[in-house]
């Protein structure tokens, strides 16, 4: 008689996506997105048999039309980790799945050290001075109430460690590090420096909004297909397949071709 034992494990395994193809991250009945479409793969090889006896989480939950160079699924398995990974990375075009790693029983992807958000932001008719300027506005910790929607019971005390510029032709490429995020809160921050730097707006109505959070004011919400969710930070590294992980520049670039 032979006696099979299955190893159990926790794993975190890393994947990338371009936003345009799914109608958001986050699972929804009768649509496309990408956790939907992961966790029927992952369940079609039989990683998993559902998602509550597997504890699956997702690390970020990006809206429709924003992309990801990085995020983060977890869950417990008794196949193997370069099962998951090759089979995971066969089954999709749209999402390339290049990063695995074991984790602690008690291993939440929500809980990161930093997120590192990008948004390419189009230079036509911007005053760029002016929207350097005014970012440090946005850095620390804030009251984000006039610059998120605000989920029931959600904290809108956040920190931004910082927001830091590069510029290329087309561009002016913006970076946001923080260890969290509230829903909407780049895209709003980005609509009000678009409207500094077109000079619809002052400084001292960005300031006036972060202070007095009792008085509601919306200075809209930008596109979220310029936002790209780079990177996910944790206190250990993942094992990556090189030639996946070669393929983000590539997919970095076809994204922003379409803006």
């Known amino acids: 008689m032979v006696i099979l034992f299955l190893f159990r494990m926790h794993i975190a395994v ?4 371009d936003g345009s193809k799914f109608n958001g991250y986050a699972r929804q009945p009768s649509l496309k997105t990408v956790e939907g479409e992961i966790i029927k793969a992952l369940i079609k090889h ?3 048999e559902d998602t509550s006896e597997s504890f699956f989480k997702s690390g970020s939950r990006t809206d429709k039309g924003v992309s990801a160079l990085s995020n983060i699924i977890s869950f417990i398995t008794d196949s193997s980790k370069k099962s998951v990974l090759q089979n995971l990375s066969d089954e999709f075009t749209d999402i390339i799945f290049y990063g695995i790693k074991q984790v602690e029983s008690d291993f939440n992807p929500r809980y990161a050290k930093m997120r590192w958000y990008r948004y390419y932001l189009s230079k036509d008719d911007l005053d760029l001075d002016k929207i350097l300027a005014n970012t440090v506005c946005f850095t620390g910790e804030h009251n984000f109430s006039n610059f998120a929607r605000i989920e029931p019971f959600r904290d809108p005390i956040r920190i931004i460690d910082n927001i830091v510029f590069t510029e290329n032709e087309d561009f002016l490429i913006v970076d946001f590090f923080a260890q969290t995020f509230l829903w909407h809160q780049i895209r709003r921050i980005i609509s009000a420096l678009v409207k500094v730097g077109s000079g619809r707006i002052l400084k001292e109505q960005i300031v006036e909004a972060l202070c ?13 297909k310029p936002l790209i969710l780079k990177d996910i930070f944790y206190d250990f590294e993942f094992d990556y397949d090189i030639e996946l992980l070669n393929k983000l520049d590539d997919l970095e670039i076809r994204i922003v071709s379409t803006l």
């Open 14 to 17: 890393k994947f990338a996506y």
């Open 46 to 48: 039989g990683f998993i």
């Open 212 to 224: 007095n959070t009792d008085k509601k004011v919306d200075f809209g919400l930008a596109p979220a």
